[in-house]
C-alpha cells in the first residue's frame, strides 16, 4: 500500500523531474533560450509537481486555457531538497505561510482517468525571492512533453489506457532526507 504522504518522482542520482503547464508563449521562449525568460515571471510564485499525472489533471491534459503545453523541468537534486528545507506547509499557521519563502501542498493523487486516489501528491511552491535561484541554478533541463500528454488523453479517450500508462513517465518513491520526511510527509495530516 502506497503511504499516503509520500513524494513519487522520475529522478535519478543527480536530478529530479518536476512537472509545469504553460501558456504556448512562455512554454516556446523557454524551450528556445534552455531555461526559463521572459514571458515566464519572475515576481510571483511557480508551482511544480513531480507527479506527472497530478499535472495532467490540473491542466486537463494540456487543454486548459493557459496551460497548452506541458514541460519536464529537471531540476538539481540539491535544489529540490533545499526548496524543501525552506518550505512551510499550506496548513500551517497563516502567517507563517505568507512569510515562507516556499509552500508545500499535497493534494489527492489523480488515477490516469481523473479520479482522486487515497494517497497524496506534492506541490511544491517556489516563491518569487527564489524564482531567479530556481531558474538559474537548479534548472538543468527543460523538455516539452505536450505530444506526449496530447497522445496520452486521445488514447484515455478512445478506451485504450494500457496503451496510455505507457505514455506515462516512470515515478517512484523519492528518498528524502529524514528530516525533510518528518517535517513535510508525517506532519501533513
Not at 502567517?95 to 494517497?119: I, Y
Request: one cysteine or more; a positive charge.
Amino acid at each position: 500500500m502506497t503511504p499516503p504522504y509520500q513524494v513519487r518522482a522520475d529522478y535519478d542520482a543527480r536530478t529530479i523531474v518536476v512537472y509545469q503547464a504553460y501558456a504556448p508563449a512562455i512554454a516556446d521562449a523557454a524551450l528556445r533560450a534552455g531555461r526559463f525568460v521572459a514571458p515566464f515571471s519572475f515576481r510571483r510564485m511557480t508551482w511544480v509537481k513531480p507527479s506527472f499525472r497530478w499535472l495532467t489533471h490540473r491542466s486537463n491534459w494540456a487543454r486548459k486555457p493557459g496551460q497548452e503545453r506541458v514541460l519536464a523541468v529537471r531540476m538539481t537534486r540539491e535544489g529540490w531538497e533545499e526548496a524543501l528545507s525552506l518550505a512551510t506547509l499550506t496548513t500551517a499557521d497563516p502567517a507563517a505561510v505568507a512569510e515562507a519563502p516556499v509552500h508545500v501542498q499535497w493534494d489527492p493523487e489523480r488515477s490516469p482517468r481523473g479520479a482522486a486516489l487515497n494517497h497524496y501528491s506534492i506541490q511544491v511552491g517556489i516563491g518569487r525571492h527564489l524564482i531567479r535561484t530556481f531558474a538559474d541554478d537548479w534548472v538543468v533541463g527543460l523538455t516539452d512533453l505536450t505530444p506526449q500528454v496530447r497522445k496520452a488523453a486521445t488514447l484515455l479517450q478512445s478506451g485504450r489506457a494500457a496503451q496510455a500508462q505507457r505514455l506515462l513517465p516512470p515515478e517512484r518513491a523519492y528518498p528524502m532526507p529524514r528530516e525533510l520526511e518528518r517535517r513535510l510527509c508525517t506532519t501533513a495530516r
